[in-house]
């Protein structure tokens, strides 16, 4: 079944202690990308990776990294997470781009720093 | 800036009456515009897109959406709406980039019985 995985769907720490979000694909697509959801705001795009070792900034990259070592991966990683990172995150990819191919979603990883 | 607007921020509908969610867009050419669905914890999943051509396009479950330049608009909307259509609705759009989305704020929709 074609899908995106998101792990760990929710998911409780500490300011400070490094994190992170694993994402795969098993669809081939050479886009990925990672938001965040949060109330009235609807969903900002973190980074984004057209391909692999390929990656830039979205909207609101400060305090995240990413890598894509591997076609199938994009994990996104939170250094020294603060509580201001409490959010609700997505991943998504795409066999082209985020116009060009259609977008499918991860169910999303709830992360709550306290 | 472009952005997408999103008016409504919850809006409710009878099961069997029409459904039409307004989404106003600002981008200095013809943009690309998107609906897409977020059904409770999942994720989002594409409803249809406008690129060019035919302003009044369809998509997935019984939706359609119209293009009209003059309003910088691309409503959304069904002619019955069921009990299963209750979820958030989001408005998409990208001035061109293939690789950056503007989300709108988001409609959750609430179909009462």
């Known amino acids: 079944e074609a899908q995106v995985t998101q792990n760990p769907r929710y998911l409780i720490t500490v300011t400070g202690k490094k994190l992170t979000v694993t994402c795969s694909q098993n669809?081939?697509?050479?886009?990925m990308s990672w938001y965040r959801q949060d109330p009235g705001l609807g969903l900002r795009q973190i980074y984004y990776?057209?391909?692999?070792?390929?990656?830039d900034k979205g909207d609101v990259p400060e305090g995240y990294k990413v890598s894509r070592k591997e076609k199938r991966n994009f994990p996104l990683i939170l250094e020294s997470p603060s509580p201001n990172q409490t959010s609700l995150y997505f991943c998504?990819?795409?066999?082209?781009?985020?116009?060009?191919?259609?977008?499918?979603f991860g169910e999303g990883s709830r992360l709550t720093v306290l | 800036a472009q952005s997408v607007t999103q008016p409504d921020i919850h809006i409710t509908v009878s099961e069997g009456a029409s459904l039409e969610l307004r989404c106003n867009y600002s981008?200095?050419?013809?943009?690309?515009l998107f609906w897409y669905v977020q059904s409770p914890g999942q994720g989002l999943q594409l409803l249809l897109k406008?690129?060019?051509?035919?302003?009044l396009v369809q998509g997935i479950k019984g939706f359609e959406a119209e293009f009209k330049r003059s309003q910088s608009s691309f409503n959304l909307r069904k002619p019955s709406v069921h009990w299963s259509d209750a979820a958030e609705y989001f408005c998409?759009?990208?001035?061109?980039?293939?690789?950056?989305?503007?989300f709108g704020k988001g409609t959750l929709l609430t179909v009462n019985p």
């Open positions: 998504a990819s795409s066999l082209s781009g985020a116009i060009t191919g259609e977008l499918f």
């Open positions: 669809m081939n697509h050479e886009y």
């Open positions: 990776s057209m391909n692999v070792e390929v990656t």
């Open positions: 981008y200095g050419a013809t943009p690309y």
């Open positions: 406008y690129f060019s051509g035919d302003t």
């Open positions: 998409v759009g990208s001035g061109g980039s293939n690789y950056k989305l503007t």
